[in-house]
């Protein structure tokens, strides 16, 4: 027997994009290594932001989506961004649903698909959030938990010595900040100590 079960799902424009897009790659027999797995243990990620801490962020390649020559604003178009710091490996960005998964791995390349728009992977540039911090220091860092409790990351505060840079996802969507967490997503976060203890 076969049985249907529905739920409340919040999809946004980046979830139609990024399945428009697995659909065209599956469709066209393109095989890329994105990320369906990585790691999401808060213990873990903390771990990560120990040892990225005092190291410079050298760049950010970021995955958007296009469709006849424009793409939507900053959280909407990305679909992937992966962190270079120095001395270190590619840590891959990836959200699914409330929970943001870190993959350390290096970036696929940019796919035309036609009619259903391309995927250009470069370097982040203005006015992209992630743009704005590359060349600073990391000098700290936390990790957010979402509503579900302490069994996943929701995101991340990276802290430079420019200032705090909030990556996360929230019901599919990113959410990228400047500064503090947005109140659209306080009501479901909860930022932790930052690992060095520098005061939030």
């Keep these: 027997m076969t049985g249907v079960v529905t739920t409340d799902v919040d999809t946004g424009l980046g979830d139609v994009y990024e399945a428009t897009v697995r659909a065209v790659w599956q469709a066209l027999r393109i095989e890329h290594p994105v990320p369906d797995v990585g790691f999401s243990d808060p213990e873990m990620v903390a771990s990560w932001l120990k040892g990225s801490v005092g190291r410079r962020l050298?760049?950010?390649?970021?995955?958007?989506?296009?469709?006849?020559?424009?793409?939507e604003p900053d959280a909407e178009s990305l679909l992937h961004a992966w962190l270079y710091f120095e001395g270190g490996m590619p840590v891959n960005l990836h959200g699914r649903g409330d929970q943001l998964l870190l993959a350390k791995e290096k970036p696929y390349r940019s796919t035309d698909m036609d009619e259903h728009g391309e995927i250009r992977v470069g370097p982040a540039r203005h006015p992209s959030v992630l743009s704005g911090f590359i060349g600073a220091r990391l000098t700290d860092g936390a990790v957010i938990l979402g509503h579900d409790g302490d069994t996943v990351s929701a995101g991340i505060v990276l802290r430079f010595e420019k200032g705090d840079l909030v990556v996360g996802t929230l019901g599919d969507k990113w959410v990228l900040a400047v500064g503090s967490v947005p109140s659209a997503a306080a009501h479901y976060w909860a930022v932790q100590p930052f690992v060095h203890g520098s005061r939030g």
């Design 58 to 71: 050298d760049a950010v390649i970021e995955a958007r989506y296009w469709s006849e020559g424009r793409r």
